[in-house]
């Protein structure tokens, strides 16, 4: 059992663990980079909802709120070039990457939520309503 507790990343080409634990850390691997660290706080009148984007655009995120559900979703393009004083080509390289949310958070007033991003957080404030509304609601970030 405390052989199984030890950090194993950086055992991965162990000649007798290799095969177990190639799939585990290619996949972890995968979703570590591709994800949003996100963080929700409820009280008596909102949701906060603080994500982090670094590096995105805010015209490259989109908010929406439907079915009581949140999507946060971003896009990523980076596309760089270095030549050398000649003007030829000496490395170039390219990033994409899209991620996307979604957050069950019930019984929202559609028409205050409110969101700003500064400095790769996005910060979104969803207050409470009574009521249950049914309508999709596109969130502007400011």
Same mark, same amino acid.
Do not use: C, W
């Given at each position: 059992?405390?052989?199984?507790?030890r950090n194993?990343? *950086? /055992?991965d080409f162990e000649p007798f663990d290799f095969f177990d634990n190639f799939g585990k850390n290619f996949f972890k691997s995968m979703? =570590? $980079?591709? $994800?949003m660290k996100t963080d929700i706080r409820e009280n008596d009148k909102n949701y906060e909802v603080s994500a982090e984007l670094p590096g995105f655009k805010k015209e490259n995120i989109r908010l929406n709120y439907d079915n009581d559900t949140l999507t946060v979703e971003g896009k990523h393009n980076v596309d760089r070039a270095q030549k050398d004083e000649k003007g030829n080509l000496i490395r170039q390289e390219r990033s994409y990457s899209n991620v996307s949310r =979604? *957050? @069950?958070l019930p019984n929202v007033d559609r /028409?205050?939520?409110s969101a700003s @991003? /500064?400095?790769g957080v996005l910060k979104i404030t969803l207050p409470k309503s009574e009521e249950k509304l049914e309508n999709n609601t596109q969130i502007p970030i400011n």
């Amino acid at each position: 059992m405390a052989n199984e507790l030890r950090n194993r990343d *950086f /055992d991965d080409f162990e000649p007798f663990d290799f095969f177990d634990n190639f799939g585990k850390n290619f996949f972890k691997s995968m979703t =570590q $980079s591709s $994800s949003m660290k996100t963080d929700i706080r409820e009280n008596d009148k909102n949701y906060e909802v603080s994500a982090e984007l670094p590096g995105f655009k805010k015209e490259n995120i989109r908010l929406n709120y439907d079915n009581d559900t949140l999507t946060v979703e971003g896009k990523h393009n980076v596309d760089r070039a270095q030549k050398d004083e000649k003007g030829n080509l000496i490395r170039q390289e390219r990033s994409y990457s899209n991620v996307s949310r =979604q *957050f @069950y958070l019930p019984n929202v007033d559609r /028409d205050k939520i409110s969101a700003s @991003y /500064d400095g790769g957080v996005l910060k979104i404030t969803l207050p409470k309503s009574e009521e249950k509304l049914e309508n999709n609601t596109q969130i502007p970030i400011n």
